[in-house]
């Protein structure tokens, strides 16, 4: 077979337009319920909350038009923002009939910035030429409980900041604010290795790319592969999905592949030689429908 490749043409599917268009909703539908909760407050820290959250504001909206793994990183950290504060607006003033909807608009945001096709669209951003990026899921550990720890790690801090603003009590504000961008820093770079993670289609094959469960990515070369498709039940495979739950994928070769797994920090690791191993696109259909439009052995059973 020859390394010829069919382009994959790239997409906008109808997730990432609601995605755009809930965050255009925000000011028109939650703003009314977050104006009315402020409406008792003024001053300087008024003014500053009020800033802030038009600035976070174009943030998430500017994060939705740009199709790219840091901009995926920071609409996805941004995106429940605006439930909180609605949720705690309500809390304090009864929600408008627009109000309640603003509490919907603003529940559905955090949805779509997590969906697996707004998750691929903004990944295959950084491709280049005929590539195309296929986003990993995240593993199954992170989901209960730590991915969510990180994410107040990174936000609280300065959420806590600007409401010690809006009362004006400057100088813990300014305390939480340089802790907060500590903590904003550090928790946002470890958000940010999960949409670094993908299978990268490229005219030779697939390299996969996974810094929880690799040392260094590998490739799977497209004239090797002998099939790719969903993992039998007893597969002997080498397990890649960083413990992913949902359909694991098999890519089957016919020659040996050396592959160095990642290992935690101060420990040591040896590569080993494999003929199969297990990875977890987060749309293993569409994963699939691509890898046969370039050419890859595909058995769906």
């Not at 936000?155 to 802790?179: H, M, N, Y």
Request: hydrophobic content about 50%; aromatic content about 4%.
């Amino acid at each position: 077979m020859n390394d010829t490749t069919a382009p994959v043409r790239r997409r906008t599917e109808w997730p990432v337009w609601v995605w755009r268009a809930g965050w255009l909703l925000l000011p028109v539908t939650l703003g009314d319920l977050v104006a009315d909760a402020l409406a008792g407050t003024d001053g300087p820290g008024a003014t500053v909350v009020g800033v802030t959250l038009w600035v976070l504001w174009a943030a998430g909206l500017a994060c939705s038009l740009v199709a790219d793994p840091r901009a995926l990183t920071t609409g996805r950290t941004l995106a429940p923002l605006p439930l909180v504060a609605g949720v705690a607006a309500a809390l304090t003033t009864d929600p408008t009939p627009l109000g309640w909807v603003g509490l919907v608009v603003a529940a559905l945001v955090p949805v779509v910035a997590l969906s697996a096709p707004v998750g691929e669209w903004a990944i295959d951003g950084a491709s280049y030429g005929d590539e195309h990026r296929s986003p990993l899921r995240c593993p199954g550990i992170l989901l209960l409980g730590p991915l969510q720890l990180t994410w107040v790690a990174t936000v609280g801090p300065l959420a806590a900041a600007l409401l010690l603003a809006a009362r004006d009590r400057w100088l813990p504000a300014a305390v939480a604010a340089a802790l907060g961008t500590v903590t904003a820093v550090a928790g946002w770079r470890s958000l940010h290795r999960l949409a670094s993670r993908a299978l990268v289609f490229v005219p030779t094959g697939i390299t996969l790319v996974d810094a929880l469960a690799l040392y260094e990515p590998i490739p799977l070369p497209r004239r090797s592969i002998v099939r790719l498709g969903p993992a039998p039940a007893d597969t002997a495979a080498l397990d890649l999905t960083a413990g992913a739950t949902g359909l694991i994928v098999e890519a089957a070769l016919d020659e040996p592949l050396s592959v160095v797994p990642a290992v935690r920090r101060g420990a040591t690791t040896e590569a080993v030689e494999v003929r199969a191993v297990l990875v977890a696109p987060s749309r293993p259909g569409r994963f699939l429908e691509i890898a046969e439009q370039r050419g890859i052995r595909v058995g769906r059973s």
